[in-house]
């Protein structure tokens, strides 16, 4: 069997399309002794964004990496399209990383390959021909809006470049869940809101499902109160102060969740944790 057979079509369906993409069940992990997580419990049903906001070295990045199955969970199931991951074998599992798309924490982007060569990373190690891959590079470049840098390497990129390129290489596959490690982690201000803006559009064209984890609350708010206008080419404050139903707001408390709700239950927390986190 070629592995042209095999492989799904990234924009086929995956898993049980009624299960939700993403679900946590009771799930700890910990290193050396120490919890970091603890007995987590969530679900991202498909369109749906969750943020996870939490403290420097809270396990936000652990969440993620639990999340696309490059760490096992100590206790729990961790199910991704309705699948349970700890029991799918390691080829599956590869397979089924084309249907997730990673962003992560300070891009990790490889300096010694060019910008092309980041974005269409994953596909080379994968089936495709040439032709697609470089269509498909350019096609990601131009989403992100950097098809000039192409031939750059990214030690001659900035750090918010450099974010566009991660988002770039993220998408390649077409993943229908994407996972941002914190994007917006060491930008400026303005930088962060482009960047932002960016994951908007992504979720907003494509109507993926996403894990987003952040230590900048303005992320959240942004997130949960615009929309991107695609005919403009860029976000709006969303009509009539109104939220977007499909974002969720999760806070980390030392290891556990203390809060899951949208931004309006967010702002409305009576649970003084939050009320200091929102402070
Ligand atoms: N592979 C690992 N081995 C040992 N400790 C780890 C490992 N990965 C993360 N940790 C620890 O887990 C805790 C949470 O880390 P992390 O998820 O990176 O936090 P953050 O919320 O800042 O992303 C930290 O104390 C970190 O040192
Ligand atoms: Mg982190």
Do not use: W
């Not at 700890?28 to 996870?52: C, K, T, W, Y």
């Not at 906001?53 to 969970?73: D, E, F, T």
């Not at 239950?265 to 986190?277: A, H, T, V």
């Amino acid at each position: 069997m070629s592995t042209t057979e095999t492989v799904p079509a990234p924009d086929q369906a995956i898993g049980d399309p009624t299960a939700p993409v993403v679900s946590f069940e009771h799930v700890s992990i910990g290193f050396d002794g120490h919890p970091v997580l603890l007995d987590i419990n969530f679900q991202a049903r498909s369109g749906e964004m969750v943020i996870v906001l939490g403290p420097a070295g809270g396990g936000k990045s652990v969440l993620l990496k639990l999340a696309n199955g490059l760490l096992p969970p100590d206790a729990g199931r961790i199910r991704l399209f309705g699948m349970n991951i700890q029991t799918l074998p390691q080829d599956e599992l590869f397979t089924f990383r084309r249907h997730i798309g990673m962003v992560f924490q300070e891009s990790a982007l490889f300096d010694s390959l060019s910008v092309r060569d980041n974005v269409s990373y994953r596909l080379i190690e994968e089936r495709d021909n040439q032709e697609d891959i470089d269509r498909r590079v350019l096609e990601c470049l131009r989403f992100v809006e950097l098809e000039e840098a192409i031939d750059k390497f990214p030690p001659e990129l900035s750090g918010g470049m450099k974010r566009r390129v991660a988002i770039a290489r993220a998408i390649i596959t077409q993943p229908s869940l994407l996972l941002y490690d914190s994007p917006t982690g060491g930008l400026d201000p303005i930088t962060s809101t482009t960047i932002i803006e960016l994951v908007m559009k992504q979720r907003d064209v494509y109507e993926s499902t996403a894990l987003l984890v952040t230590h900048r609350l303005q992320d959240a708010f942004t997130l949960a109160t615009h929309r991107f206008n695609l005919k403009e080419n860029r976000m709006e404050r969303i009509e009539n102060d109104g939220i977007d139903p499909n974002t969720t707001i999760m806070v980390l408390k030392q290891g556990r969740i203390a809060f899951t709700g949208s931004l309006v239950d967010l702002l409305r927390s009576k649970d003084p944790y939050i009320q200091e986190y929102l402070a």
